[in-house]
Protein backbone atom coordinates (compact mmCIF):
# COMPACT_ATOMS: atom_id res chain seq x y z
CA UNK A 1 0.00 0.00 0.00
CA UNK A 2 1.35 3.47 -0.89
CA UNK A 3 0.61 6.48 0.98
CA UNK A 4 1.72 9.87 0.22
CA UNK A 5 1.53 12.93 2.63
CA UNK A 6 1.86 16.37 1.86
CA UNK A 7 2.91 19.68 3.45
CA UNK A 8 3.61 23.37 2.52
CA UNK A 9 2.12 27.14 2.97
CA UNK A 10 -1.53 27.45 2.14
CA UNK A 11 -1.73 31.25 1.96
CA UNK A 12 0.31 32.98 -0.37
CA UNK A 13 0.97 37.07 -1.74
CA UNK A 14 0.69 37.61 -5.49
CA UNK A 15 4.45 37.09 -6.79
CA UNK A 16 5.59 34.93 -4.15
CA UNK A 17 6.56 31.45 -4.52
CA UNK A 18 4.54 28.17 -3.89
CA UNK A 19 6.37 25.77 -2.20
CA UNK A 20 4.79 22.35 -1.52
CA UNK A 21 6.41 18.52 -0.65
CA UNK A 22 5.32 15.22 -0.35
CA UNK A 23 6.53 12.13 1.33
CA UNK A 24 6.06 8.86 -0.13
CA UNK A 25 5.69 5.29 2.24
CA UNK A 26 5.26 1.90 0.92
CA UNK A 27 5.99 0.82 -2.93
CA UNK A 28 9.15 1.83 -4.37
CA UNK A 29 10.51 5.44 -4.43
CA UNK A 30 13.28 4.91 -7.19
CA UNK A 31 11.27 2.76 -9.21
CA UNK A 32 8.42 5.32 -9.72
CA UNK A 33 7.37 8.43 -11.64
CA UNK A 34 5.36 10.99 -9.37
CA UNK A 35 3.41 13.95 -9.95
CA UNK A 36 1.85 17.37 -9.07
CA UNK A 37 -1.87 18.04 -10.03
CA UNK A 38 -3.69 20.89 -9.38
CA UNK A 39 -7.64 21.80 -8.56
CA UNK A 40 -9.21 25.09 -8.50
CA UNK A 41 -12.03 25.42 -6.72
CA UNK A 42 -15.11 24.45 -8.22
CA UNK A 43 -13.54 23.48 -11.11
CA UNK A 44 -11.74 20.43 -12.86
CA UNK A 45 -8.12 18.91 -12.72
CA UNK A 46 -5.19 20.31 -14.42
CA UNK A 47 -1.82 18.63 -14.64
CA UNK A 48 1.36 20.23 -13.08
CA UNK A 49 4.37 18.11 -13.68
CA UNK A 50 5.96 14.75 -14.01
CA UNK A 51 9.43 13.92 -12.11
CA UNK A 52 10.88 10.24 -12.09
CA UNK A 53 13.44 8.31 -9.96
CA UNK A 54 16.26 9.99 -12.39
CA UNK A 55 15.14 13.17 -11.72
CA UNK A 56 14.12 14.10 -15.05
CA UNK A 57 10.88 16.28 -15.34
CA UNK A 58 8.01 17.18 -17.77
CA UNK A 59 5.93 19.76 -17.20
CA UNK A 60 2.47 21.28 -18.13
CA UNK A 61 3.07 23.84 -20.81
CA UNK A 62 0.94 26.31 -19.64
CA UNK A 63 3.03 25.83 -16.35
CA UNK A 64 6.54 25.59 -17.62
CA UNK A 65 8.37 29.02 -17.41
CA UNK A 66 7.17 29.09 -13.26
CA UNK A 67 7.52 25.36 -12.16
CA UNK A 68 10.44 23.39 -10.62
CA UNK A 69 9.90 19.57 -9.46
CA UNK A 70 12.63 17.91 -7.76
CA UNK A 71 13.18 14.86 -5.32
CA UNK A 72 15.32 13.89 -2.61
CA UNK A 73 15.68 9.85 -2.75
CA UNK A 74 17.27 9.79 0.55
CA UNK A 75 14.14 10.34 2.16
CA UNK A 76 11.27 9.82 -0.56
CA UNK A 77 10.28 13.06 -0.86
CA UNK A 78 9.30 15.12 -4.09
CA UNK A 79 8.90 18.88 -4.29
CA UNK A 80 6.95 21.38 -6.29
CA UNK A 81 7.77 25.01 -6.52
CA UNK A 82 5.79 27.74 -8.19
CA UNK A 83 7.46 31.11 -8.86
CA UNK A 84 5.50 34.35 -9.12
CA UNK A 85 1.83 33.18 -8.20
CA UNK A 86 -1.05 34.81 -8.98
CA UNK A 87 -4.95 34.36 -7.76
CA UNK A 88 -5.05 32.01 -11.11
CA UNK A 89 -2.94 29.92 -9.40
CA UNK A 90 -5.46 29.63 -6.17
CA UNK A 91 -6.65 25.47 -6.16
CA UNK A 92 -5.78 22.40 -4.60
CA UNK A 93 -2.83 20.74 -5.17
CA UNK A 94 -2.13 17.15 -4.97
CA UNK A 95 1.05 14.96 -5.42
CA UNK A 96 0.35 11.53 -7.08
CA UNK A 97 2.29 8.80 -8.16
CA UNK A 98 1.94 7.82 -11.94
CA UNK A 99 1.22 4.12 -12.84
CA UNK A 100 0.20 2.61 -16.16
CA UNK A 101 -0.90 6.27 -17.54
CA UNK A 102 -2.94 6.79 -14.90
CA UNK A 103 -2.67 8.64 -11.32
CA UNK A 104 -3.10 5.68 -8.71
CA UNK A 105 -2.41 7.25 -5.49
CA UNK A 106 -3.20 10.66 -4.63
CA UNK A 107 -2.00 13.08 -1.17
CA UNK A 108 -4.49 14.15 0.35
CA UNK A 109 -4.34 17.74 -1.10
CA UNK A 110 -3.26 21.14 -0.18
CA UNK A 111 -5.62 24.33 -0.44
CA UNK A 112 -3.06 26.73 -1.46
CA UNK A 113 -4.74 30.56 -1.55
CA UNK A 114 -3.41 33.28 -3.46
CA UNK A 115 -4.44 36.73 -2.05
CA UNK A 116 -3.51 40.48 -1.40
CA UNK B 1 -2.80 19.43 -27.82
CA UNK B 2 -5.47 16.55 -27.79
CA UNK B 3 -8.99 18.19 -25.85
CA UNK B 4 -11.23 15.79 -23.67
CA UNK B 5 -14.72 16.23 -23.50
CA UNK B 6 -17.19 14.66 -21.68
CA UNK B 7 -20.83 14.37 -21.81
CA UNK B 8 -23.17 14.95 -20.04
CA UNK B 9 -22.02 17.80 -17.92
CA UNK B 10 -24.50 16.33 -15.73
CA UNK B 11 -26.58 13.10 -15.32
CA UNK B 12 -29.27 12.71 -13.67
CA UNK B 13 -30.39 9.14 -12.62
CA UNK B 14 -31.36 6.64 -9.53
CA UNK B 15 -30.42 4.11 -7.81
CA UNK B 16 -30.23 1.20 -9.26
CA UNK B 17 -30.30 2.47 -13.13
CA UNK B 18 -27.45 2.47 -15.25
CA UNK B 19 -25.60 5.20 -16.17
CA UNK B 20 -23.19 5.47 -18.77
CA UNK B 21 -20.70 8.63 -19.19
CA UNK B 22 -18.73 9.40 -22.20
CA UNK B 23 -15.45 10.91 -23.20
CA UNK B 24 -14.37 12.10 -26.55
CA UNK B 25 -11.34 12.81 -27.71
CA UNK B 26 -10.36 15.52 -30.44
CA UNK B 27 -7.94 13.20 -32.02
CA UNK B 28 -7.31 9.51 -31.98
CA UNK B 29 -5.84 7.99 -29.00
CA UNK B 30 -4.05 4.42 -27.68
CA UNK B 31 -6.42 3.06 -25.59
CA UNK B 32 -3.97 1.85 -23.13
CA UNK B 33 -3.78 5.64 -22.26
CA UNK B 34 -7.18 6.25 -21.02
CA UNK B 35 -8.43 6.09 -17.50
CA UNK B 36 -11.22 7.28 -15.26
CA UNK B 37 -11.65 8.83 -12.06
CA UNK B 38 -14.67 9.11 -9.17
CA UNK B 39 -14.47 12.44 -7.11
CA UNK B 40 -16.71 12.80 -4.58
CA UNK B 41 -17.14 16.46 -2.70
CA UNK B 42 -13.92 17.32 -0.28
CA UNK B 43 -12.19 14.37 -1.69
CA UNK B 44 -9.46 12.96 -3.29
CA UNK B 45 -9.93 11.96 -6.52
CA UNK B 46 -10.16 7.89 -7.22
CA UNK B 47 -8.97 5.85 -10.01
CA UNK B 48 -11.59 3.38 -11.55
CA UNK B 49 -10.72 2.30 -14.50
CA UNK B 50 -7.15 2.46 -16.95
CA UNK B 51 -6.14 1.79 -20.35
CA UNK B 52 -9.28 1.63 -20.73
CA UNK B 53 -11.35 -1.07 -19.69
CA UNK B 54 -9.27 -2.68 -16.45
CA UNK B 55 -10.83 -1.39 -12.70
CA UNK B 56 -8.44 -0.53 -10.40
CA UNK B 57 -7.64 -2.30 -7.36
CA UNK B 58 -10.64 -2.64 -5.28
CA UNK B 59 -13.23 -1.15 -7.28
CA UNK B 60 -16.60 -3.02 -7.65
CA UNK B 61 -17.65 -4.78 -11.24
CA UNK B 62 -20.29 -2.52 -11.57
CA UNK B 63 -17.81 -0.54 -13.01
CA UNK B 64 -16.63 -1.21 -16.73
CA UNK B 65 -15.05 1.08 -19.63
CA UNK B 66 -15.04 0.79 -22.86
CA UNK B 67 -14.08 2.51 -26.10
CA UNK B 68 -11.21 3.16 -28.69
CA UNK B 69 -10.22 5.77 -31.74
CA UNK B 70 -11.62 8.92 -29.86
CA UNK B 71 -14.86 7.86 -28.22
CA UNK B 72 -14.56 6.29 -24.62
CA UNK B 73 -17.23 5.46 -21.99
CA UNK B 74 -17.59 4.57 -18.36
CA UNK B 75 -20.72 2.51 -17.26
CA UNK B 76 -22.08 1.85 -13.65
CA UNK B 77 -24.37 -0.92 -14.07
CA UNK B 78 -26.63 -0.69 -10.87
CA UNK B 79 -26.28 2.73 -9.18
CA UNK B 80 -25.38 2.53 -5.81
CA UNK B 81 -26.21 5.47 -3.58
CA UNK B 82 -22.30 6.10 -3.09
CA UNK B 83 -21.56 6.40 -7.05
CA UNK B 84 -23.51 9.52 -7.16
CA UNK B 85 -20.08 12.03 -7.28
CA UNK B 86 -18.06 13.60 -10.15
CA UNK B 87 -16.10 11.81 -13.05
CA UNK B 88 -13.14 12.64 -14.95
CA UNK B 89 -11.66 11.02 -18.00
CA UNK B 90 -7.86 11.38 -18.65
CA UNK B 91 -5.76 10.56 -21.34
CA UNK B 92 -1.63 10.12 -21.28
CA UNK B 93 -0.39 12.13 -24.73
CA UNK B 94 2.18 13.84 -25.59
CA UNK B 95 1.88 17.78 -24.53
CA UNK B 96 0.68 18.03 -21.84
CA UNK B 97 1.20 14.71 -20.82
CA UNK B 98 -1.87 14.11 -18.88
CA UNK B 99 -5.02 15.74 -19.43
CA UNK B 100 -8.05 15.15 -18.15
CA UNK B 101 -11.84 16.16 -18.99
CA UNK B 102 -14.40 18.76 -17.74
CA UNK B 103 -15.72 16.46 -15.68
CA UNK B 104 -19.55 15.05 -15.75
CA UNK B 105 -21.30 15.15 -12.37
CA UNK B 106 -23.59 12.00 -11.35
CA UNK B 107 -26.59 13.54 -9.25
CA UNK B 108 -29.51 11.71 -7.95
CA UNK B 109 -32.68 12.07 -9.90
Known amino acids: QVQLQQWGAGLLKPSETLSLSCSVY????????WSWIRQPPGKGLEWIGEINHTGYTKYNPSLESRVTMSLDTSKNQFSLKVTSVTAADTAVYYCARLSRYSIDYWGQGTLVTVSS | EIVLTQSPGTLSLSPGERATLSCRAS???????FAWYQQKPGQTPRLLIY???NRATGIPDRFSGSGSGTDFSLTISRLEPEDFAVYYC??????????FGQGTKLEIK
Open chain 2, 51 to 53: GTS
Open chain 1, 26 to 33: GGSFIHDS
Open chain 2, 90 to 99: QLYGDSPLYT
Open chain 2, 27 to 33: QSVRSNY
